[in-house]
């Protein structure tokens, strides 16, 4: 079965610091990972994917993610946080088996507290 | 804004009713998703329809159903609520069905309360 695991419900980061948000995977075949953002009271917002090629993939508002085959990791980084970055990432896995037609599996989010 | 809409925001009703949960894909897109986010069960998929047939089911209840209409729309509905169907609601979509490279867009949510 294919999963995707976020090891820290909550990362705090100083205004301007570097922002890690990390997620591993777990898939048979090639992945096809996915970040998004939700902020308070709102839908999740799509801010970058990673479907083959270059392993830096660049997103909205600032944010890239790595790809590491090796590692089975997919982290999401910001080189320079904002307080406007605080909200709950979803780390996520498109599910290509048989009969899921796509869906996604979505990490438990991580809480990002960015403080000024 | 992701495009794809979901009515109504907020809904608060008692156990045992039944409500109906409205999205609206993004223009052009044939395939609705809907999944449910609770705080103890994080974010599940719950079913999606492709061009007006199921395609896939997840977790959901007996007591749910959805549908997809000629125009797109879908309608998820809830029956014999019970209080843990509290819970926010997503609809997102996407232009195809079954490939790993489309981006799903989700909708604002539907709050539901049970009381």
């Known amino acids: 079965a294919q999963s995707v695991a976020q090891p820290e419900d909550q990362v705090n980061v100083a205004e301007g610091n570097p922002l890690t948000v990390k997620c591993t995977y777990s898939?048979?075949?090639?992945?096809?990972l996915f970040w998004y953002v939700q902020y308070p009271n709102r839908g999740l917002q799509f801010l970058l994917k990673?479907?083959?090629?270059?392993?830096l993939v660049k997103g909205s508002y600032g944010f890239e993610a790595e790809f590491n085959k090796s590692q089975t990791s997919f982290h999401l980084k910001k080189p320079s946080a904002l307080v406007s970055d605080s909200a709950l990432y979803f780390c996520?896995?498109?599910?290509?088996?048989?009969?899921?037609?796509?869906?996604?599996?979505f990490g438990a989010g991580t809480q990002v507290v960015v403080t000024p | 804004d992701s495009g794809v809409t979901q009515t109504p925001k907020h809904l608060i009703t008692a156990t045992g009713q039944r409500v109906t949960l409205r999205c609206s894909p993004r223009?052009?897109?044939?395939?609705v998703y809907w999944y449910q986010q609770s705080l103890d069960q994080g974010l599940q998929f719950l079913i999606q329809?492709?061009?007006?047939?199921?395609?896939a089911k997840g977790n959901i209840l007996e007591r749910f159903s959805a549908q997809q209409f000629p125009d797109l729309h879908s309608e998820l509905n809830l029956s014999s609520l019970e209080l843990g169907d509290s819970a926010l609601y997503f609809c997102?979509?996407?232009?195809?069905?079954?490939?790993?490279?489309?981006?799903?867009?989700f909708g604002p949510g539907t709050r539901l309360t049970v009381l």
């Open positions: 996520a896995v498109r599910d290509m088996t048989t009969d899921s037609w796509g869906k996604l599996q």
């Open positions: 223009s052009g897109d044939l395939s």
């Open positions: 997102a979509s996407s232009a195809r069905a079954g490939v790993g490279a489309d981006t799903q867009y």
């Open positions: 990673y479907i083959t090629g270059d392993n």
């Open positions: 329809y492709y061009n007006g047939e199921e395609r």
């Open positions: 898939v048979s075949g090639n992945p096809y």
